[in-house]
């Protein structure tokens, strides 16, 4: 399975970012983060079917996973973006059928997002 991620960048505090990341098929997707010298957290997870979606609580209200299934790709719209926020995020999918914070089989490569204040 082949996931790539794009979209990351540098932007100011309140300012709005979109990853995408293609995969190689249907899976259930998913946005992970990770900061320096913190454990990766999960941001964001979607259903096969795009009807189902979950998220991290400090992202809630702020940010919104959807997928185009006909291109194989899942977005993260971020917005009123924090400084704490800052983080490398990475892609997965998953070969399950629900939604998940955690049984993620596949990982794409990290897009770095910078938040300044």
């Known amino acids: 399975v082949q996931l790539q991620a794009s979209g990351g960048g540098l932007v100011q505090a309140g300012g709005s970012l979109r990853l995408s990341c293609a995969a190689s098929?249907?899976?259930?997707m998913g946005w992970f983060r990770q900061a320096p010298g913190k454990e990766r957290e999960f941001v964001a997870g979607?259903?096969?079917?795009?009807?189902?979606?979950d998220y991290g609580d400090s992202v809630k209200g702020r940010y919104t996973i959807s997928r185009d299934n006909a291109k194989n790709t899942v977005y993260l719209q971020m917005n009123s973006l924090k400084p704490e926020d800052t983080a490398v995020y990475y892609c997965?999918?998953?070969?399950?059928?629900?939604?998940?914070?955690?049984?993620?089989?596949?990982w794409g490569q990290g897009t770095q997002v910078t938040v300044s204040s």
């Open positions: 979607i259903s096969r079917s795009g009807i189902t979606a």
């Open positions: 997965a999918a998953g070969e399950g059928l629900l939604v998940t914070k955690t049984d993620y089989d596949y």
């Open positions: 098929g249907r899976y259930v």
